[in-house]
């Protein structure tokens, strides 16, 4: 039917060769690959400096860093992880990959704005780098006021550096909506589009709504450090509780940024390893929406200690709880999902099945911090350092893993090593909880956070928290080495090996260089499974 | 369907999309969306200066008494004149008058450049006032009334600087439209790209409108 014919060697990863091909590419898929690349690399160094922490804290007093040195690894952490690896993750690695695959598309609206956004991002994690040589940072990834103003330390370029990155995040974001209004294949309605692209879509609407808004904020932290114009500083009438409100108007839906593609990832994964047509299709993808709305409503639970009103404190916890419906409403549908399926544990669906668990304990720990009676308790210790890694690291990264290896015979072409790929999990599970549970019981008995030392009573879970650390460390190299050893050496995958009903699935793999032989037509949703 | 030909009608579809309308329609939401990005990346500074004007009018007031309304004005004219060129060019490349499209985006880069030269005046004219930004302002010159009139000048320099940036820009590429439209590239098929220079220009005068009563009228 095609006039030309198709060699089935030939594939995107092939057709054309050299470093240079690679860096010059317009190919969703080959930019997908790029970001996988830069962001495994960022999530090793932030993850080292995770590690450096849990090291310091080992013991009370001083072990191997300086106050000052621990104040620094801390902000790189949290940086690093959040603008240059979670932020990005999801969206630019996976969505780039499999949004055009999964609507039946030939590419994203625009594909050379795709590979800009890539030199974007690689230019805006070069400069925050750049401080590492530049003076150092020592604010937090907050940036908080006024103190962020008068550090001796390179926060202007820290600042830039977040400014660009953003940048590139609104970039993506855009692209990913007119993505999916305008590329679908024939018969692709929007109720036929698979959850993750649901997931995508909600995504970029609060990356192009809230990042502005960041990005303004940044902007004025460096002309306030440049020229001391006072509008956080209230020694000149400012008001630095009005940073916290520009800051966090970005950087709570920023979290949904972070937590809605996973929900996304999660959906597919059960859907295909259950081999079921997931429970409430509607529901699930308009509670993405749901979250995206409701998540521009909720930034003022991080003041609550703050000096915000009381009437501001009372509706802002209101509208936190809020976000619980939504997220209910999709973790109901998963479990309602996998009730009578035809289940089976191959690594993607054990780590959906850990995100389910460790999501639940990260969402209800967070109602208990939206209540203010409990929050004014809890504010600032380990309690919510505990319930944010739940979250970001349960949830965001639990998914990521999950998609990888859920997606890596179709990027590849290769099978990965399962019953390796489940020890990587075993261990990722197991040490997570062994680290981040005993900081719940922490911060309950008040152990206050982002100090580099605390009193002998908090010594023993301390040191059992340190030693999780160590278990998700293993289980994260031993990941990367299953990727690699895959990649390099895994066995050939059919074009369809989890028998899964989306539309990447239908190509083959890995996909040839415009993803479909012939265009798609969609006559049916996507998980008719029968 | 090729893709490299310059030629009118059918060219410039890239391999994903169905056809030009298709191409266009994908490109103007695009365009749309980015213009979404700076209305709210202006309106920060908007939230600022209504927070801190509601504080400090007095203080405010002042600062505006320092500007010249017959320079905004003026301004403002000059910028509205230039979105009008701008929109007939677009009306002249639907009609296939690409020379005259040629002589409006031009003239619309000249207004462009009026209106940076008017601000550069201001701009120098409040450097040798001392009229700057935060610990800048030179308190022995301006003899100002209230402590923090450094802060009027911070929302003045922030909000003016980034939508004078938006005119450099805009003037940049304006510009090379010019060029390619000089070069016979735009025609009734395809325009795209001078709509959506078109509709960032125009944003960018929107600001300026809200930005001129703001900062010379209040007070």
Known sequence: MASTTHNPDVNYLNEFKGIGSWFTSLDHKRIGLLYMVSIFFFFLLGGIFALLIRLELFSPGAQFLTPDQYNQVMTYHGAIMVFMVIVPGIPAILGNFFLPLQIGAKDVAFPRLNLASWYVFMTGALIAMSTLFLGKVDTGWTFYTPYSIKTGTAATIMVLAAFVMGMSSILTGLNFIVTTHKLRAPGMTMHRIPLFCWALYSTAILQVLATPVLAITLLLIAVERATGVGIFDPALGGDPVLFQHFFWFYSHPAVYIMILPAMGVVSEVIAAFSRKTIFGYTAIAYSSLGIAAVSFFVWGHHMFVSGQSEIAGVVFSFLTMLVGVPTAIKMFNWLATLYKGNISFESPMLFALGFLFLFAIGGVTGIMLAVLATDVHFHDTYFVVAHFHYVMVGGTLMAVMGGIYYWIPKMFGRMYNESLARLTFIFIFIGFNVTFFPQFVLGAMGMPRRYFDYIPAYESLNKISTMGSWLIGIGFFLSLYVIISAIRSGAKASANPWGAKTLEWQTSSPPPHFNFETEPVVTAGPYEYK | ?219
């Open chain 2, 1 to 219: 369907m090729s893709t490299n030909s310059h030629s009118h009608g059918g060219g410039h579809v890239a391999h994903h999309f169905r056809d030009a309308e298709h191409q266009f329609d994908s490109g103007k939401q695009g365009i749309w969306l980015f213009m979404v990005t700076e209305i709210l990346m202006f309106g920060g500074l908007f939230v600022g200066y209504a927070i801190f004007h509601s504080l400090y009018p007095k203080m405010f007031a002042e600062g505006a008494s320092h500007l010249d309304w017959r320079m905004g004005s003026l301004n403002t004219l000059v910028l509205i004149v230039s979105s009008y060129t701008m929109a007939m060019s677009i009306h002249h490349l639907q009609k296939g008058e690409s020379n005259k499209a040629f002589t409006k985006l031009w003239i619309t880069v000249v207004c462009g450049a009026i209106f940076m030269v008017i601000k550069a005046f201001e701009y120098s004219s409040k450097f040798q006032h001392g009229l700057l930004p935060g610990h800048l302002l030179d308190v022995a010159k301006t003899h100002a009334e209230h402590a923090n009139l450094g802060m009027y000048y911070g929302f003045y320099f922030c909000m003016t600087g980034l939508h004078g940036l938006h005119v450099l820009i805009g003037m940049g590429l304006i510009i090379w439209l010019a060029i390619r439209t000089k070069r016979g590239e735009f025609g009734p098929d395809y325009f795209l790209p001078v709509e959506g220079v078109g509709i960032f220009w125009h944003i960018v005068d929107l600001i300026w409108i809200f930005l001129f009563p703001l900062l010379y009228l209040v007070g």
